[in-house]
C-alpha cells in the first residue's frame, strides 16, 4: 500500500510508505527508529585486521562504483590517546542530520548537569478557594503529559481551589518558538517536525488513524487527543475497497490553514494506518487541556488566555508545581531515541537560562571550553533537521572524545544507542563484534547517512568515530549498510607487529 501527502499553498507534496515515511529530496522520519535496520551481509577482509591496513579496507567500501558521487567524511581516533587511526577529509563541513544532537546535549549536559529538572509551576492570586488569576508558567519540558497536567489540576483541588476567573498559561519562556524557518516544508506537518514551545504537551503530536470499515463505506478516521482533533477539517473522500484492490490514500494538507483533504482507497483487510502528525497550535492545545483537567476536578473556571508576553506583574503564590524527569533521563530520550521535539527544547532552555546569550551562542561557548575547535561547526537547530547545519567529523570526534574526560561520562555515553540493543541502532549489528560494543549516534536525511560514537574493540583498544556520507541518490538503506559495513571492519583491528627488512 501507498500512501501520499499533497501540501498546496507552497507546493509541496511527498509520498509515505506504511513502514516508515520516505520523502524524496525532503527529510526523512530520521532521527526516529525508523533508521534503524538490519544491515546486509558485511564483506570484510577477515576476521582480524592490522591498523595498516585499515585505510585499504575502508576504502575498498567507499569506492565501490554505487558511491561514486557520494561524498565521504571518516575520523577514526582511539579514545585515550587520540591518536588517528583513519581520517578522510575529516575537517570538512558535512550535513550531518541527527548527529547534531550530539553537540547539544552536550552542552546541555554541561551547562546543567546530569541532576537538572525542568519545573512546570502554578502561580495564583487572590482568595485560594476564589482565585482571581491562576497562572500556568511552562519552561518548556519537552517530556509533559497529560497526566501531568492532571496531577497539577488535582494538587490544586487538594490546596482548597473551587473556582477561579481568569487561567492564563504562559508561553513566552523561551525566545523562539515555532518552526526553525530553515525546516523543509515536507517536514513540519509530522511529528518529527513539531513546533517548539514553552508549553509542550505530549510532545505536540497527535495520531490520526486510518480504517476501512464496510465495503463502499468512507474510511473511518480516529484521533488520539480529541482536543487536538477540533484544530482540523477533515473532507474525507476515501473508499473502502474489496481485498484484492490495491490500496492508496493521498493527503493534502493547506498550510495556510488546518485543513485535511483526504482521497483514496484502502482494501477492507487493510490493517489500520497511523499517521503521527504535529500539533497545529499547541499553546491553544495546552490551554484548552488544562481547563479539561481543572473542569474535570470540579473546579469552575470563568475564563482562559495565552500569554505570548512576559507579564511585569508578581505572579502570586506558587499553588503547584511538577518537574521532569532529571536531565540524564531526558537525554536518552534525545540522543538514543533521536527525538527532535526534546533537542530542540534543550537548545532554547540553553538560551532561556542564560544572560544576554542567544541558545546556539551558549552551545558554541560550552562546547569550545571542552575543546571543540568552534571553527568546525555551524548550527541553525539543536536537532538536525536543518540541511543547513554544517558539521565536521572532526567536531563529533572531538566532542566525544572530550566529554569521555569529563564528570558526566557516563551520562553522556549511557544516553546514546546500543548496537544490536537499543533505541536507533537496536536492529542494526546483530551477531556481530559490534553489539553491544557500540555506543552511537545516528543521522539520516535523504541522501544522507551518519553514525558516530564510541566502539570498543575486543582485545584492541576504545575507539571514537564520526562516518558522514553526504550527496547520495543511494537509498538510506544502502548508506547505513555500507556504514555498518565499515564499522564491522574497525571492530576487526588487532595489534599487529609490521614486519621490518
Same mark, same amino acid.
Given at each position: 500500500?501507498?500512501?501520499?501527502?499533497?501540501?498546496?499553498?507552497?507546493?509541496?507534496?511527498?509520498?509515505?510508505?506504511?513502514?516508515?515515511?520516505?520523502?524524496?529530496?525532503?527529510? &526523512?522520519?530520521?532521527?526516529?527508529?525508523?533508521?534503524?535496520? !538490519?544491515?546486509? /551481509?558485511?564483506?570484510?577482509?577477515?576476521?582480524?585486521?592490522?591498523?595498516?591496513?585499515?585505510?585499504?579496507? &575502508?576504502?575498498?567500501?567507499?569506492? %565501490?562504483?554505487?558511491?561514486?558521487?557520494?561524498?565521504?567524511?571518516?575520523?577514526?581516533?582511539?579514545?585515550?590517546?587520540?591518536?588517528?587511526?583513519?581520517?578522510? +577529509?575529516?575537517?570538512?563541513?558535512f550535513i550531518p542530520a541527527s548527529s547534531v544532537k550530539l553537540l547539544t546535549t552536550a552542552a546541555a549536559l554541561l551547562q546543567f548537569g546530569s541532576q537538572f529538572r525542568i519545573r512546570t509551576s502554578v502561580y495564583g492570586t487572590g482568595d485560594v478557594a476564589n482565585l482571581t488569576t491562576l497562572r500556568l508558567v511552562g519552561r518548556g519540558d519537552p517530556s509533559f503529559s497529560s497526566d501531568r497536567l492532571k496531577d497539577l489540576a488535582q494538587q490544586l483541588k487538594r490546596q482548597g481551589v473551587r473556582r477561579i476567573s481568569n487561567v492564563i498559561v504562559e508561553d513566552n519562556y523561551f525566545e523562539q518558538t515555532g518552526i526553525n524557518s530553515s525546516w523543509e516544508w515536507g +517536514?513540519?506537518?509530522?511529528?518529527?517536525?513539531?513546533?517548539?514551545?514553552?508549553?509542550?504537551?505530549?510532545?505536540? *503530536?497527535?495520531?490520526?488513524?486510518?480504517?476501512?470499515?464496510?465495503?463502499?463505506?468512507?474510511?473511518?478516521?480516529?484521533?488520539? +487527543?480529541?482536543?487536538?482533533?477540533?484544530?482540523?477539517?477533515?473532507?474525507?473522500?476515501?473508499?473502502?475497497?474489496? /481485498? =484484492?484492490?490495491?490500496?492508496? &490514500?493521498?493527503?493534502?494538507?493547506?498550510?495556510?490553514?488546518?485543513?485535511?483533504?483526504?482521497?483514496?482507497?484502502?482494501?477492507?483487510?487493510?490493517?489500520?494506518?497511523?499517521?503521527?502528525?504535529?500539533?497545529?497550535?499547541?499553546? $491553544?492545545?495546552?490551554? /484548552?487541556?488544562?481547563?479539561?483537567?481543572?473542569?474535570?476536578?470540579?473546579?469552575?473556571?470563568?475564563?482562559?488566555? &495565552?500569554?505570548?508576553?512576559? /507579564?511585569?506583574?508578581?505572579?502570586?503564590?506558587?499553588?503547584?508545581?511538577?518537574?521532569?524527569?532529571?536531565?540524564?533521563?531526558?537525554?536518552? @530520550?534525545?540522543?538514543?531515541?533521536?527525538?527532535?521535539?526534546?533537542?530542540?527544547?534543550?537548545?532554547?532552555? #540553553?538560551?532561556?537560562? *542564560?544572560?544576554? @546569550?542567544?541558545?546556539?551562542?551558549?552551545?558554541?561557548?560550552?562546547?569550545? =571550553?571542552?575543546?571543540?575547535?568552534?571553527?568546525?561547526?555551524?548550527?541553525?537547530?539543536?536537532?538536525?533537521?536543518?540541511?543547513?547545519?554544517? !558539521?565536521?567529523? =572532526?567536531?563529533?570526534?572531538?566532542?566525544?572524545?572530550?566529554?569521555?574526560?569529563?564528570?558526566?561520562?557516563?551520562?553522556? $555515553?549511557?544516553?546514546?544507542?546500543?548496537?544490536?540493543?537499543?533505541?536507533?541502532?537496536?536492529? %542494526?549489528?546483530?551477531?556481530? #563484534? !559490534?553489539?553491544?560494543?557500540?555506543?552511537?549516534?545516528?543521522?539520516?536525511? *535523504?541522501?544522507?547517512?551518519?553514525?558516530?560514537?564510541?566502539?570498543?574493540?575486543?582485545?584492541?583498544?576504545?575507539?571514537?568515530?564520526?562516518?558522514?556520507?553526504?550527496?547520495?541518490?543511494?537509498?538510506?538503506?544502502?548508506?547505513?549498510?555500507?556504514? +555498518?559495513?565499515?564499522?564491522?571492519?574497525?571492530?576487526?583491528?588487532?595489534?599487529?607487529?609490521?614486519?621490518?627488512?
Open positions: 500500500m501507498q500512501n501520499r501527502i499533497v501540501s498546496w499553498g507552497y507546493s509541496v507534496c511527498f509520498f509515505v510508505s506504511l513502514l516508515g515515511i520516505q520523502v524524496p529530496g525532503q527529510g &526523512i522520519l530520521a532521527n526516529t527508529v525508523e533508521e534503524s535496520l !538490519v544491515s546486509k /551481509e558485511f564483506r570484510g577482509f577477515s576476521e582480524s585486521l592490522c591498523p595498516s591496513d585499515l585505510k585499504t579496507a &575502508i576504502e575498498t567500501v567507499i569506492n %565501490r562504483p554505487e558511491f561514486k558521487r557520494s561524498r565521504w567524511g571518516i575520523l577514526i581516533q582511539t579514545l585515550d590517546s587520540g591518536e588517528m587511526l583513519y581520517s578522510l +577529509d575529516a575537517e570538512k563541513y +517536514d513540519i506537518f509530522f511529528s518529527y517536525g513539531t513546533s517548539v514551545n514553552s508549553l509542550i504537551l505530549n510532545e505536540n *503530536s497527535v495520531t490520526l488513524t486510518l480504517s476501512p470499515r464496510q465495503p463502499d463505506f468512507s474510511l473511518k478516521v480516529d484521533w488520539s +487527543d480529541p482536543i487536538a482533533a477540533r484544530q482540523w477539517q477533515i473532507e474525507n473522500q476515501t473508499i473502502t475497497a474489496s /481485498e =484484492e484492490t490495491s490500496s492508496s &490514500i493521498e493527503i493534502q494538507r493547506n498550510f495556510g490553514r488546518s485543513f485535511l483533504e483526504i482521497q483514496g482507497e484502502m482494501s477492507i483487510d487493510s490493517e489500520p494506518t497511523p499517521w503521527e502528525l504535529a500539533i497545529v497550535d499547541p499553546s $491553544q492545545y495546552f490551554l /484548552e487541556s488544562f481547563l479539561e483537567a481543572l473542569i474535570a476536578q470540579g473546579i469552575k473556571v470563568k475564563q482562559g488566555a &495565552i500569554a505570548k508576553e512576559s /507579564e511585569k506583574n508578581s505572579l502570586g503564590k506558587e499553588l503547584a508545581f511538577v518537574e521532569s524527569d532529571p536531565l540524564s533521563i531526558l537525554l536518552q @530520550k534525545t540522543n538514543r531515541e533521536s527525538n527532535n521535539l526534546f533537542a530542540e527544547a534543550l537548545l532554547q532552555i #540553553l538560551g532561556s537560562e *542564560s544572560q544576554n @546569550k542567544t541558545s546556539l551562542e551558549v552551545v558554541k561557548e560550552k562546547l569550545t =571550553e571542552l575543546g571543540v575547535n568552534p571553527e568546525s561547526y555551524v548550527l541553525v537547530d539543536g536537532s538536525g533537521l536543518s540541511r543547513h547545519n554544517l !558539521v565536521s567529523p =572532526e567536531a563529533i570526534a572531538q566532542t566525544l572524545r572530550f566529554m569521555a574526560q569529563t564528570p558526566e561520562a557516563k551520562t553522556y $555515553q549511557d544516553s546514546l544507542a546500543v548496537a544490536g540493543v537499543s533505541g536507533t541502532l537496536q536492529e %542494526r549489528f546483530k551477531n556481530t #563484534l !559490534v553489539a553491544e560494543n557500540l555506543q552511537g549516534k545516528t543521522g539520516t536525511l *535523504s541522501g544522507n547517512s551518519a553514525l558516530s560514537g564510541y566502539l570498543t574493540v575486543p582485545g584492541y583498544r576504545r575507539l571514537v568515530f564520526s562516518i558522514m556520507v553526504n550527496q547520495s541518490d543511494r537509498p538510506a538503506s544502502d548508506l547505513r549498510a555500507a556504514i +555498518d559495513e565499515i564499522i564491522v571492519l574497525i571492530s576487526q583491528l588487532k595489534s599487529c607487529q609490521e614486519k621490518r627488512l
